[in-house]
């Protein structure tokens, strides 16, 4: 079948003057365009078209300036001059044209350059950009240096001066203790330090003297012994009348203290009840008792009022005071002096104060005593075996490894005062540094807060020689415990006894199962730049 189409079409012919109708015949291809894309519907037949094939593209948006080229410019390529706009391409001056020198350079050939100069000449910047750089960088990495340098510097200097300083507060602390002792140990320190001077003239008097002048000596020296021992115990006397007094005035100011707690924003909450106001009158009433530069007025009085706060209980405590009260103004009436009644009322303020502490008179006192009841405190009750006294267990002294108890305290401390007249001030002042450094590196330490200071002593004495483990040094208040390992807690078997100069030598080791020989000549060559104070003069010298 062929495709065709006639199409009917008007012709002019010109020879015949005419126009005339001719049919023009025109055959399809059997060739099929191209189909662009897009979809046929089926039912219809209709072709769908992408928009890129059937849409006008979209017309470029004018950007607000003129654009002249060439190819928009002429119509047909010609060569001919134009004068334009804007010189875009090389233009020279012509006739009918000028172009304006304003704006040109004069250019003057130079030295060629080949491509082997220009790359030599490129690495020789770029090398020079890097040593500026790495100059800058070392300039950084020595200040940073620098800094570091001075700050060890600082820490050591620092150091130097707290051990200097400790050292001074404890030869201070030693000579107040020397000159004004103010408790046991103190009094222990002062016999000790007696026995030290009795040995060394008994020692020279048996080096010097012979026969009846060494007798003779020996005697005087005994004698000068027994004053200087009559003079401590004078003022152990007088200390303990001192103590005494702080003890009472710290109990009254307790028992009349109001209640206190701590409030969620921080501030302290103050309450009284009638416990405390009741503890309040009595230690106004007690300081009242206890004055004696009082009239004979203010004295009766004052007297007064005590017998009728006594009358407020019946019991032999208060039947005693009140006889007492009678009696002392009943002598006051008869014109007895007040030095003479001096123990009367010194009698009078000792049973008031027993008054005070007894928790049915008093109730805030019951917080702070041990309660009174005796079924309370059998299971905590001892005999002494030298005093043959039952005390409470806070009486007795602890001993790691003791499952009995042993002389009680105060025995204890008679019995060095008699013989052997040893100051535990030193081994105390070890045990409590230890238990500072370990509290701040674990919170849950035990061990150092088991131990006594005898079991210290022990360590000290016994096991490690009373000198340094290193440098042998006997200086006793110089010494101190840290861990030999120090990812392990401290024990008595996980410890070496050290200086403080070798101490910070020893803890900077990280790991001393290297080798005993290695630790030591580390220790012995920190602990000698430590203290002869040479480490410092050496990091000086470490950077300019």
Known sequence: MSHALYILLCAFLPDEGQIKEVVVEIERPRQQMAFLGGFRHRLTGVEYHHAATQNIPKKRPDRGMDVFSREIQTTQWRSQAQQCQTEVSTQMTGIGCYVSCMKDKLITPRKYVTAEEYHARRLKAVIRLQSWARRWLAQQYVERLRQARNRRLAWIEMMEQKRIQEKEDELWDRRQRWMNPQKREDLNLLYQALQRWRMEEEQQINSTLQGAERKAALCSLSEQETQFIAAIGRHHIFIQNNNYDKFVRNFLEKSAAPLQWQAADGRMIEVDNPDTIRGRELRDLYNRVNQSAISHDQRLEVLMTLKNTVKEHNGQLSRDILDLIDREVDLM??????????????????????????????PIAEHLKVPQDPS?????????????????????????????????????????????????????????????????????????????????????????????????????????????????????????????????????????????????????????????????????????
């Not at 030095?339 to 027993?354: A, D, K, P, S, V």
């Not at 008054?355 to 008093?362: D, E, G, L, M, S």
């Not at 409470?392 to 042993?406: C, E, H, I, M, N």
Request: aromatic fraction near 8%; include cysteine; hydrophobic fraction near 35%.
């Open 333 to 362: 009436s008869r014109g007895v002096r007040t030095r003479n009644l001096e123990g009367l009322r010194r009698r009078i303020c000792t049973l008031f104060l027993q008054y005070i502490r007894t928790p049915a008179f008093n």
């Open 376 to 544: 309370q405190l059998k299971n905590s009750l001892f005999l002494c075996p030298q005093c043959q006294r039952y005390l409470r267990s806070k009486d007795f002294p602890l001993f790691a490894g003791v499952s009995q108890t042993s002389k009680c305290r105060a025995c204890t401390e008679l019995n060095n005062i008699a013989h052997s007249r040893v100051d535990l001030s030193c081994y105390k002042n070890i045990l409590m540094r230890l238990r500072v450094d370990e509290q701040q590196i674990n919170k849950e330490c035990k061990i150092p807060f088991l131990l006594q200071v005898e079991d210290i002593q022990h360590l000290v004495m016994v096991i490690w020689g009373s000198q340094s483990a290193l440098s042998a040094s006997d200086d006793i208040y110089n010494l101190v415990f840290v861990r030999w390992e120090r990812d392990k807690d401290w024990s008595p078997w996980n410890c070496i006894l050290l200086s403080k100069e070798e101490t910070s030598a020893h803890l900077s080791l990280d790991d001393i199962s290297a080798g005993g020989a290695k630790h030591k000549n580390h220790l012995q060559r920190n602990g000698e730049k430590q203290s002869n104070n040479t480490r410092s003069q050496e990091l000086r010298e470490t950077l300019p």
